[in-house]
């Protein structure tokens, strides 16, 4: 990793010439995950060509080797160039959602987002940008040096990443002050785990139950943060609101009103802007059981 930790020192437009050779190698050199992508893609856009598959799927490439240079440039990036490179979007409901529950204090808020654009940057851009605590909810690495490196990096500016396990707790633990959780909700539930199966990007798939059960334990609001890529080094983050309380905890286990606007959501973010979505990501690798 100490290479790793000294890649972060370049300068951006090295950075990118990096990138260009790391996606050569992933694209045609080894062919990393392609049929994983290109059948990902097919899934979501069933009216595209096979020639509009394989365009789709290397402007993926281009676009993930340079999120791989990116964030390692985050380890070293200062406050001002988050800033300068990440533009907010709806902050302001945000701020004012937290504060209009009749409480002397404001009040945290849940922020469920997607593998998209630049998901490392947009932590510490909203920091920089609205001067707010910032607590992610991660799924530890398997690789012990890479999960340490990225832990670093989401831990700057008073960041305190939580541990996915430790999530439920630490939120009900923590009631009082403006604070934004914000938790990467797309990932695939573990294999037992209790979760809600619905339509996503036309193929059924699971999600976690956890951010929607901790909004009804809370009353918290809840909003969706979109990243845009606006050219190569800049992004937008978008907040959208997606349920404000008082909920109503009904006991339908089909009811699942939060997680069905969150995949809604991240469905017109996906389709709005492909090409920087994780299409790598093995999303419906699980198949539904007769009791789920």
Request: hydrophobic letters at 40%; aromatic letters at 14%; proline letters at 5%.
């Amino acid at each position: 990793m100490l290479i790793i930790r000294i890649m972060s020192f370049l300068p951006f437009f090295l950075i990118y010439r990096l990138g260009w050779f790391f996606y050569l190698s992933l694209y045609h050199l080894c062919g990393y995950r392609k049929n994983i992508v290109c059948n990902n893609i097919k899934q979501a856009f069933p009216e595209k060509s096979e020639k509009e598959v394989r365009f789709l799927a290397k402007q993926f490439y281009r676009h993930f080797a340079d999120l791989f240079m990116e964030v390692i440039k985050a380890h070293q990036m200062n406050g001002k160039a988050f800033k300068k490179r990440c533009r907010i979007k709806g902050g302001e409901q945000l701020i004012r959602q937290s504060t209009l529950r009749g409480v002397e204090k404001a009040k945290p808020v849940i922020v469920l987002t997607i593998h998209q654009g630049n998901w490392e940057w947009m932590l510490h851009a909203v920091s920089q940008h609205l001067g707010v605590p910032i607590d992610p909810v991660y799924k530890p690495l398997h690789h012990k040096g890479w999960d340490q490196f990225i832990h670093e990096i989401r831990s700057r500016f008073n960041s305190r990443p939580i541990p996915m396990k430790q999530a439920g707790r630490n939120i009900l633990k923590r009631k009082n002050g403006f604070r934004l959780f914000v938790m990467l909700a797309d990932q695939t539930p573990v294999e037992g785990e209790r979760s809600y199966w619905v339509s996503y990007l036309n193929k059924e798939a699971p999600f976690y139950l956890g951010a929607e059960k901790i909004a009804f334990l809370t009353q918290y609001p809840v909003f969706f943060a979109q990243c845009r890529r606006l050219e190569r080094g800049y992004y937008e983050l978008e907040f959208k609101e997606l349920a404000v309380p008082p909920y109503e905890n009904t006991r339908d286990k089909n009811n699942h009103q939060i997680i069905d606007a969150y995949v809604k959501a991240a469905e017109a973010a996906i389709y709005e802007q492909p090409e920087t979505f994780l299409w790598s990501h093995r999303r419906w690798k699980r198949r539904r059981k007769s009791n789920e």
